[in-house]
């Protein structure tokens, strides 16, 4: 029903910044939350940020507040996620997800998901 497909991944060093975008198709119209985890090699997915259907609402991880900022745009079907102050800790690859109108923090919260893009960051 909802086809999510995320990019702006890539190499960046210590201290830089990546923007991440994840553009939802099929059922757009639905009233969904977004959310973005994140999951490195050998580790569980992790939550990283959540926003409501229509964007008044946002969620972080404690590790992640201060530094990333979720945003969405529902004319385009997009949602956002700026990284600023990116960490070595940070390299991981990054997925967005759809689900409930709220703002939620779990991964079994969430009925779609996206392939996933590669964020690495360099000492």
């Known amino acids: 029903q909802v086809q999510l497909v995320e990019s702006g991944g890539g190499l960046v060093q210590a201290g830089g910044s990546l923007r991440l975008s994840c553009v939802a198709s099929?059922?757009?119209?639905?009233?969904?939350?977004m959310g973005w985890f994140r999951q490195a090699p050998g580790k569980e997915r992790e939550f990283v940020a959540a926003?409501?259907?229509?964007?008044?609402?946002?969620y972080y991880a404690d590790s992640m507040k201060g530094r990333f900022t979720i945003s969405r745009d529902n004319a385009k079907n997009t949602v956002y996620l700026q990284m600023n102050s990116l960490e070595p800790e940070d390299t991981a690859v990054y997925y967005c997800?759809?689900?409930?109108?709220?703002?939620?923090?779990?991964?079994?919260?969430?009925?779609?998901w996206g392939q996933g893009t590669q964020v690495t960051v360099s000492s």
């Open positions: 997800a759809a689900g409930s109108p709220f703002v939620r923090a779990t991964a079994g919260e969430y009925d779609y």
């Open positions: 926003i409501s259907w229509r964007g008044g609402s946002t």
């Open positions: 099929g059922r757009t119209s639905s009233r969904h939350g």
